[in-house]
């Protein structure tokens, strides 16, 4: 007999006498809260992010201002041509190899939808945000996220969030606190996380 | 260099050496006392936090009620993306698998995502007999791996170390294994994590194959879960050509929108955040993005014993948080390493038994490493109810002894009590006698007991006989 049948017969000798639960459980709703943008900004500033607000008119100015002199910065080939526009010399994401996104020292890009309660910025790896590898191996992540992209909580990014796609949920820089429990902000993937909210709040 | 838990000696051993170990428990009643600490913050501000609890556990039960529907539907959309799906009996059969890919890749090396399942396995020696490395790329791990250590807890492996002795370890053995620590290494967290960036970025780099586990899998999109917080795990996930994941059939989530309360449930009650760093989710081959070949791994391992036990069924719904470790005064003192096994803690004391079944000596001692004090109940955010567990494979332990030639001591008081206690003459004896047997027993057998408990005197006059005289009043 194969495993998987192997298996399957064991599954369902040892639930022969239990029924099945045909339907899906929902679960109960965050906090609502009244400013999803400004609870989304602290929330992500409680992780140690930079968060700063701008008006649509004035993204391009706040993202050049993000990237230090002299950073040598990645882009994603989707990038909307306003902030595409703004970085005076990137290099655009074409496949480079991973040895050359280490020579990277930013990287800026989209992303798909924002989680107010929990400060979290999800990437679904669209054109505008890159494949995974271009946010994940320079040291610094500049993010733009418009405020109608922000939702209230993990099930309203779940209905958004197409599961087909590779998706990253990003909640601050990383970090660890595997030493003695003392939380370090930036091991492997980018030290600096800097969130741009543009639009108005509400 | 690396190490198994085979062969450990049973809890009650091997918790006396823990005990004397005085830096092992400064080091643990820090850690779990900040754990702690951070967790209830962020539980606490969750409103409907024990409603969360209930859909989370509701969830679980869901996929456990109807494990070979969700897994043939999970085999069918993982492969329907471009997945690869095996599935193994035991570790033997899975760690073929990992090693069959590595070997028609041709490589000598992979890195790995933190999963407790293939320490379960033993993956790492598996690989190690093959001649293929296994390179640990979370910092507790590369901790734990380097120091050809241990894992002592399910989140943070080197709980039981403080930053003095990770220095230590780093500078003696990371030049060993690829970019040594800098001469000016300090032990300070933020310097160490650096050198830790440092060390594996390069094996980050040139890895071909890498392998994790999942804390999800997604039946009905066929999506894989991984929760983590340094970036290793996306950097496993993302750079290598080949991923292998090896999944518990236990990890299975029926639907994409019930993912919701577990990724809720789970940052709070495992590091005290509202959410953990990355989570990444993949759904078998994206073209142009990561690994381009994709292996799923289903593993049985115990997990249809533990599903085939009415009461021990509930077990499985563990998503691995390790707040029950946390909380329990027992971990907290011995730490982990006394469970002799990945799984340790509340949790492993029910995890173990249930899966490897009853009947040696180092699993049946599990189920008494705890005092029932009910504190890995209230924390467990999936309502496992471990105390009802403990009791009930207790039961199975003691079921197992019932045939022995020579009974225990427990065994021999038990039966000699209940033939006392079912006639009021034996009784009446056995309570002229209690005086006396009190003392004999202080001189004799019971001393194991009273070597950690106090044995009561005995009372001047037994309840019946005071009755008698006084009628049951309190002034006669």
Redesign the interface.
């Known amino acids: 007999m ?3 049948d ?3 017969g ?6 022969a ?12 709703p ?2 609502r809260v009244a400013d999803l943008v400004a609870h989304f900004a602290e ?1 992500v500033a ?2 140690r992010a930079t968060v700063v607000h701008c008006a649509a008119g004035d993204v391009a100015g706040t993202v050049a201002a993000a990237l230090p002199a002299g950073a040598r910065v990645v882009v994603p080939p989707g990038l909307p041509d306003d902030l595409r526009s703004a970085l005076a010399d990137v290099i655009v994401d074409d ?1 480079l190899s ?2 050359a996104l ?1 020579a990277m020292d930013a990287v800026v890009t989209c992303c798909r939808v924002a ?1 107010a ?4 910025i999800v990437l679904d ?1 669209a054109p505008d945000q890159g ?3 271009v946010t ?2 320079p040291d610094r992540h500049v993010c733009v996220v418009r405020a109608d992209q922000v939702v209230a ?3 309203d990014a ?2 958004v969030l197409d ?20 939380r ?1 902000e ?5 030290r600096v996380l800097h969130v741009i909210v543009v639009g108005e709040a509400g | 260099m690396t190490h198994t838990f085979v062969g450990m000696p049973p809890f009650p051993t091997a918790a006396r050496a823990a005990l004397a170990d005085t830096q092992l428990r400064h080091n643990l009643a820090h850690a779990t006392a900040t754990i702690r600490g951070k967790r209830a913050r962020v539980v606490d501000e969750v409103e409907n936090w024990e409603e969360l609890r209930l859909a989370g556990a509701a969830v679980k039960d869901r996929a456990l009620r109807g494990l070979d529907e969700h897994l043939v539907q999970l085999e069918e959309s993982l492969t329907a993306r471009g997945a690869t799906v095996h599935w193994a009996r035991d570790a033997d059969e899975a760690n073929q698998v990992v090693i069959e890919v590595a070997q028609r890749h041709g490589v000598d090396e992979v890195v790995k995502v933190k999963s407790m399942v293939t320490q379960e396995i033993g993956l790492n020696e598996a690989l190690q007999a093959e001649g293929i490395a296994a390179w640990e790329t979370d910092l507790a791990e590369l901790i734990v791996q380097l120091g050809g250590d241990l894992p002592s807890h399910i989140l943070v492996p080197a709980i039981h170390r403080n930053r003095a002795e990770i220095r230590d370890i780093f500078r003696r053995r990371m030049g060993e294994v690829g970019r040594a620590a800098p001469a000016d290494l300090t032990d300070e967290p933020a310097v160490l994590a650096a050198a830790a960036r440092a060390h594996l970025r390069e094996k980050f780099l040139r890895a071909r194959m890498a392998v994790s586990g999942a804390n999800f899998a997604v039946a009905d999109t066929g999506t894989l879960v991984v929760v983590e917080s340094e970036g290793n795990g996306r950097m496993c996930l993302t750079l290598p050509e080949v991923l292998v994941s090896v999944v518990g059939i236990e990890k299975v989530v029926p639907s994409w929108a019930e993912l919701d309360p577990l990724l809720r449930l789970l940052p709070r009650s495992s590091t005290g955040e509202r959410m953990n760093p990355y989570t990444s989710t993949w759904s078998g081959v994206t073209p142009g993005d990561g690994p381009q070949e994709v292996h799923v791994v289903l593993l049985d391992n115990g997990r249809t014993r533990a599903l085939a036990d009415d009461v021990g069924r509930q077990a499985l719904r563990c998503i691995r948080c390790s707040a029950c470790l946390n909380v329990c005064p027992v971990y907290e003192r011995v730490g982990g390493h006394a469970y002799g096994s990945v799984y340790p803690g509340p949790i492993g004391a029910i995890l173990n038994p249930l899966l490897k079944g009853t009947g040696d000596p180092q699993t049946d001692s599990l189920p008494y490493a705890s005092t029932l004090c009910g504190a890995c109940f209230e924390a467990c955010p999936v309502l496992i109810d471990i105390p009802e567990v403990l009791v009930h494979l207790r039961s199975k332990v003691v079921d197992g002894h019932r045939e022995d030639r020579v009974p225990k001591p427990e065994a021999v008081a038990m039966k000699s009590a209940a033939w006392t206690f079912s006639r009021g003459g034996r009784l009446r004896l056995a309570e002229r006698l209690t005086g006396v047997g009190v003392g004999v027993g202080r001189r004799l057998g019971a001393s194991r007991w009273t070597s950690a408990r106090d044995l009561p005197k005995a009372p001047p006059e037994s309840f019946r006989a005071w009755w008698r005289r006084t009628d049951g009043r309190l002034d006669p």
């Open positions: 194969s495993a998987r192997d298996i399957l064991r599954v369902r000798s040892a639930l006498a239990v029924e099945p639960d045909p339907a899906p459980v929902t679960a109960p965050g906090t929330r409680d992780y496949g991973a040895d280490d989680i309660e929990t400060g979290t790896h494949r995974r590898a994940l191996v909580d993990v099930a779940l209905a599961p087909g796609r590779p998706l990253t949920w990003i909640s601050g820089p990383s970090a660890t606190s595997d030493i003695e429990l003392d370090v930036g091991v492997h993937g980018p």
